[in-house]
């Protein structure tokens, strides 16, 4: 019974997070089913290679002893650097799966930059430690707080010492934007070391989202945790099996499942049939899922609940013991100095408009807020959207020359 429960979930939430990668079926006639079919199995290194461009592998240790593997389009002596962070249940890959002229690692890497992509303890990429196996509950006792705290200042110290820059650039989406409020809070230091930050589809408040399927899990937080901690789950949504039979057989153009894949898409991320095509879903699939820990869940749904931005809540006397009061403490987002670009989406029904706007309140720091100018665009669209470099890379790249010496400042509002 277990056994079945345990693939049921697994099997449910697969689809529903396909459905949040795909709509129409529009894109890249040139791009083959054999091409399809090889991307989807390709690693991130390798899928980089196969396209021309140089990639390395590098390795960290953070301080807590997670093994992290970042993936690197490394440019001249001369170039700026940038880290690119990826979203929940992500990976580096998320930034290479649309090919060259549409990824936004790719375009990074014309524009001449140095380019790394960091991957967070328990995807795919990531999934190491010295002493504890990913088999052991105790490897999984960690949210994104932690990749915040820990993963993002062992990467980013990594770069800068490989490449020999004072500062780098840093561009995050979803997740890979809540870890970095996590550590320019928690570690103020590391605010000298990051010239700018693109936030792509931000997350800090969630007090606002309009998903009606993460409303109703958000809803019941305190009782997911309970119960997946009698099933024994720990992890959610690792990259496999499930997720290559769904991209490459119920999810492509021809088979009759595919509206399964397709239209739960509103229930998740906002309906947008325009900028994302089945074509590309059993790519997407091949990637992710990638993995997460449920605390990372979990960490996000009391986001939820409690409308605020506020470390991990693990019970009154457990947080008296911890953080020395009842209540988990919040973020103090005005204590971040780094200049920080918000992109949001009016279609986004998990970093909502609302959400965003309030969030820009609370950033000192934010130099510019833009909307991404088309009304249907969502939240994947950020990373997986046709027009993305016409409607979001572009104005990105353009924001970020003003970094390139890392000496420029700017007090300009890019509306």
Same mark, same amino acid.
């Given at each position: 019974?277990?056994?079945?429960?345990?693939?049921?979930?697994?099997?449910?939430?697969?689809?529903?997070?396909?459905?949040?990668?795909?709509?129409?079926?529009?894109?890249?006639?040139?791009?083959?089913?054999?091409?399809?079919?090889?991307?989807?199995?390709?690693?991130?290194?390798?899928?980089?290679?196969?396209?021309?461009?140089?990639?390395?592998?590098?390795?960290?240790?953070?301080?807590?002893?997670?093994?992290?593997?970042?993936?690197?389009?490394?440019?001249?002596?001369?170039?700026?650097?940038?880290?690119?962070?990826?979203? %929940? !249940?992500?990976?580096?890959?998320?930034? @290479?799966? $649309?090919?060259?002229? &549409? =990824?936004?690692? *790719? %375009? !990074?890497?014309?524009?001449?930059?140095? @380019?790394? $992509?960091?991957?967070? &303890? =328990?995807?795919? *990429?990531?999934?190491?430690?010295?002493?504890?196996?990913?088999?052991?509950?105790?490897?999984?006792?960690?949210?994104?707080?932690?990749?915040?705290?820990?993963?993002?200042?062992?990467?980013?110290?990594?770069?800068?010492?490989?490449?020999?820059?004072?500062?780098?650039?840093?561009?995050?989406?979803?997740?890979?934007?809540?870890?970095?409020?996590?550590?320019?809070?928690?570690?103020?230091?590391?605010?000298?070391?990051?010239?700018?930050?693109?936030?792509?589809?931000?997350?800090?408040?969630?007090?606002?989202?309009?998903?009606?399927?993460?409303?109703?899990?958000?809803?019941?937080?305190?009782?997911?945790?309970?119960?997946?901690?009698?099933?024994?789950?720990?992890?959610?949504?690792?990259?496999?099996?499930?997720?290559?039979?769904?991209?490459?057989?119920?999810?492509?153009?021809?088979?009759?499942?595919?509206?399964?894949?397709?239209?739960?898409?509103?229930?998740?991320?906002?309906?947008?049939?325009?900028?994302?095509?089945?074509?590309?879903?059993?790519?997407?699939?091949?990637?992710?899922?990638?993995?997460?820990?449920?605390?990372?869940?979990?960490?996000?749904?009391?986001?939820?609940?409690?409308?605020?931005?506020?470390?991990?809540?693990?019970?009154?006397?457990?947080?008296?013991?911890?953080?020395?009061?009842?209540?988990?403490?919040?973020?103090?987002?005005?204590?971040?100095?780094?200049?920080?670009?918000?992109?949001?989406?009016?279609?986004?029904?998990?970093?909502?408009?609302?959400?965003?706007?309030?969030?820009?309140?609370?950033?000192?720091?934010?130099?510019?807020?833009?909307?991404?100018?088309?009304?249907?665009?969502?939240?994947?669209?950020?990373?997986?959207?046709?027009?993305?470099?016409?409607?979001?890379?572009?104005?990105?790249?353009?924001?970020?020359?003003?970094?390139?010496?890392?000496?420029?400042?700017?007090?300009?509002?890019?509306?």
């Amino acid at each position: 019974m277990f056994f079945w429960t345990n693939v049921v979930v697994h099997v449910t939430l697969v689809f529903l997070f396909s459905s949040c990668v795909r709509s129409d079926s529009n894109y890249l006639d040139e791009y083959s089913s054999s091409e399809v079919q090889e991307d989807a199995l390709l690693d991130t290194f390798s899928l980089i290679k196969k396209y021309g461009y140089p990639c390395e592998i590098h390795r960290v240790y953070t301080e807590d002893n997670y093994l992290l593997e970042m993936h690197r389009i490394p440019g001249n002596k001369s170039s700026p650097v940038v880290f690119l962070q990826h979203g %929940l !249940l992500s990976s580096s890959a998320e930034w @290479v799966l $649309m090919t060259p002229g &549409r =990824g936004l690692a *790719y %375009l !990074l890497a014309d524009a001449g930059y140095d @380019v790394w $992509m960091g991957n967070a &303890r =328990g995807n795919t *990429y990531s999934r190491s430690h010295a002493t504890i196996k990913p088999t052991s509950s105790s490897y999984w006792k960690f949210s994104w707080h932690e990749i915040g705290y820990y993963d993002l200042p062992a990467m980013i110290d990594y770069v800068i010492k490989e490449t020999g820059v004072p500062k780098l650039q840093y561009i995050g989406f979803s997740q890979g934007t809540t870890v970095f409020w996590v550590l320019m809070t928690t570690r103020p230091e590391y605010n000298d070391k990051i010239s700018a930050m693109q936030a792509l589809a931000p997350v800090a408040y969630l007090g606002n989202v309009r998903s009606p399927l993460i409303r109703f899990l958000g809803t019941f937080t305190n009782s997911l945790e309970i119960a997946l901690k009698l099933l024994g789950t720990n992890e959610i949504l690792p990259n496999g099996k499930i997720n290559e039979i769904a991209g490459q057989s119920l999810c492509i153009d021809e088979s009759i499942t595919q509206a399964i894949c397709t239209n739960l898409l509103f229930l998740i991320c906002g309906y947008n049939a325009e900028q994302l095509n089945t074509t590309m879903l059993p790519v997407v699939m091949g990637h992710t899922p990638a993995g997460a820990s449920t605390r990372q869940l979990i960490h996000f749904g009391q986001l939820y609940k409690s409308g605020k931005f506020e470390q991990f809540d693990h019970g009154w006397f457990k947080n008296k013991r911890i953080y020395g009061t009842y209540k988990p403490p919040a973020y103090k987002l005005s204590a971040i100095r780094t200049p920080v670009f918000l992109h949001y989406a009016d279609n986004d029904w998990l970093s909502t408009p609302t959400d965003v706007k309030k969030l820009a309140t609370q950033l000192r720091s934010a130099v510019g807020i833009y909307r991404v100018p088309l009304a249907k665009f969502n939240h994947l669209d950020f990373v997986f959207a046709i027009n993305a470099t016409e409607l979001l890379y572009n104005r990105v790249i353009n924001i970020m020359k003003v970094f390139m010496n890392e000496s420029k400042r700017t007090n300009t509002l890019f509306g």
